[in-house]
Nanobody
Framework: QLVESGGGSVQAGGSLTLSCVAS????????MSWFRQAPGKEREGVAS??????YYADSVKGRFTVSRDNAKNTVYLQMNSLKPEDAAMYYC????????????????WGQGTQVTVS
């Protein structure tokens, strides 16, 4: 089970930190990723934290930072300099075999946390 938190409403230029806590899952192995989906748009990859490396979508590079705390079974997404186009439902996802932006490759998903940027 993956449970996201930390979403909310923020003004453009502001910051938010999302958290995703995993349970019933071998968190130390595989990849933890963040996706987002805005109304009327497809779900897109935002950032991934593999066992060693991290990956970012071009649209968030330099503004977002993904990190994981294996001791807490938690992955974070620090979002700075938020733009209106960052507004979306943000989802946490986990895979033990893949690390990237392919939505179909992820086995486990959270319910999402809403981010609004005005």
């Amino acid at each position: 089970q993956l449970v996201e938190s930390g979403g909310g409403s923020v003004q453009a230029g502001g910051s938010l930190t999302l958290s995703c806590v995993a349970s019933g899952y071998n968190f130390t192995r595989g990849c933890m990723s963040w996706f987002r989906q805005a109304p009327g748009k497809e779900r897109e990859g935002v950032a991934s934290a593999g066992e060693i490396s991290t990956y970012y979508a071009d649209s968030v590079k330099g503004r977002f930072t993904v990190s994981r705390d294996n001791a807490k079974n938690t992955v974070y997404l620090q979002m700075n300099s938020l733009k209106p186009e960052d507004a979306a439902m943000y989802y946490c996802a986990a895979s033990q075999a893949y690390c990237g932006c392919n939505v179909a490759a992820y086995n486990y998903w959270g319910q999402g946390t809403q981010v609004t940027v005005s």
